[in-house]
């Protein structure tokens, strides 16, 4: 092989790998599974989640999957939307403190869910709905850990946690936040108080709206900077490989000009 063929050929090779890791960093954060809506209020009632599952994987199908309910901030009422081609199974287990609610103590809540029976082919994806009762009020987020079970036996951990401040990690489990009552900005919350309230309970008000309002613009903005982040690292490796390539045609055109 001549050495201009063999230049070409290792550019050739340099430029479908850089393209790969290109297409894997774009895509990375679509594939995983998520929870919708990403927020609620804490101690909202009457409410409905639903977990979005893709299937990532070429050449086999989504055939099982598998959410974890946190039991040390339970869910209460926990119940599951029938979904067509889906069979669900729920599993209690007993509270090691039970909940006092209005409707009575709460001893028991559901700590897994699992569906099978039906299929996430490539390039598809389904949600699959549960209705709650009531959220906690003493945390501000839950975790729904997730195991996505393939056709050909692989299986999906969905089970890493991010933390706040770091980059997103490989296998992230589902995470709803939980925003502070009366912010007006959650499908959950709701606007209490009576006509003629007295002023002091104005200004508590309008003091949770600015706090809930400053709180979603400081999301958003992590969210805006963490895109850009990604988005710059995309457009830094896709410079790197036209410089390959435009080096490597330079080293061909000299070559060719001695010659």
Do not use: C
């Amino acid at each position: 092989m001549s050495p201009i063929s063999t230049t070409l050929h290792r550019t050739g090779t340099a430029l479908a790998l850089a393209t790969a890791g290109v297409l894997a960093a774009s895509g990375a954060a679509f594939a995983h599974v998520t929870v919708h809506p990403e927020s609620y209020a804490k101690g909202a009632t009457d409410g409905l989640l639903s977990f979005r599952v893709p299937n990532e994987e070429d050449t086999a199908s989504t055939t099982k999957v598998q959410i974890f309910l946190p039991t040390d901030h339970p869910l209460l009422g926990v119940l599951v939307t029938p979904q067509a081609g889906w069979t669900a199974k729920a599993t209690t287990v007993k509270l090691k403190k039970p909940v006092k609610t209005d409707d009575g103590t709460i001893t028991d809540t559901v700590s897994e869910i699992t569906w099978t029976g039906g299929r996430i082919r490539h390039g598809e994806f389904q949600d699959f709905q549960v209705a709650f009762g009531q959220l906690p009020d003493d945390v501000d987020q839950l975790t729904f850990k997730t195991l996505q079970t393939y056709s050909d036996g692989k299986v999906a951990r969905w089970i890493e946690q991010p933390q706040k401040g770091e980059e997103e990690p490989e296998s992230p489990a589902p995470v709803l936040a939980l925003t502070a009552k009366g912010s007006g900005e959650e499908p959950g919350s709701s606007a209490t108080g009576a006509s003629g309230s007295d002023s002091d309970s104005s200004s508590n008000s309008s003091s949770n709206s600015n706090s809930g309002s400053a709180e979603a613009k400081s999301t958003a903005s992590a969210d805006s900077s963490d895109s850009t982040a990604r988005a710059l690292g995309i457009a830094g490796l896709i410079v790197g490989v036209l410089g390959l390539i435009a080096g490597a045609f330079a080293v061909v055109r000299v070559r060719s000009t001695r010659s």
